[in-house]
């Protein structure tokens, strides 16, 4: 079983950017993919970005294509998300999990875009 803490958000004004981390821990040996999720208030939880083993193959939701990169190290365990241009709608707790999401999900971290 995979562990996954995330890391980096806050409170930004809008165009803002902000970078996220999550620590993998544990059964790591195995060739995940990785993605990061966001559930906002009142809403489901929403896959925004997705990136294979080998780190070669990114997939984003329209809503934050030009905007997030998804990258990781697999040397770190780390999965990252690069997030500018931030708008009110990103407002949201972001989770990092496995793709298919197999992994008990952490915290979260929230991630609240000020207009």
């Known amino acids: 079983q995979v562990q996954l803490v995330e890391s980096g958000g806050g409170l930004v004004q809008a165009g803002g950017s902000l970078r996220l981390s999550c620590a993998g821990s544990?059964?790591?040996?195995?060739?995940?993919?990785m993605a990061w999720f966001r559930q906002a208030p009142g809403k489901g939880r929403e896959c925004v970005a997705r990136?294979?083993?080998?780190?070669?193959?990114?997939v984003y939701v329209d809503s934050v294509k030009g905007r997030f990169t998804i990258s990781r190290d697999s040397a770190k365990n780390t999965l990252y998300l690069q997030m500018n241009s931030l708008r009110p709608e990103d407002t949201a707790i972001y989770y990092c999990?496995?793709?298919?999401?197999?992994?008990?999900w952490g915290p979260g971290d929230q991630v609240t875009v000020a207009s």
């Open positions: 999990n496995t793709y298919p999401a197999e992994a008990r």
């Open positions: 544990g059964r790591t040996d195995r060739t995940y993919g």
């Open positions: 990136i294979n083993y080998s780190g070669d193959g990114t």
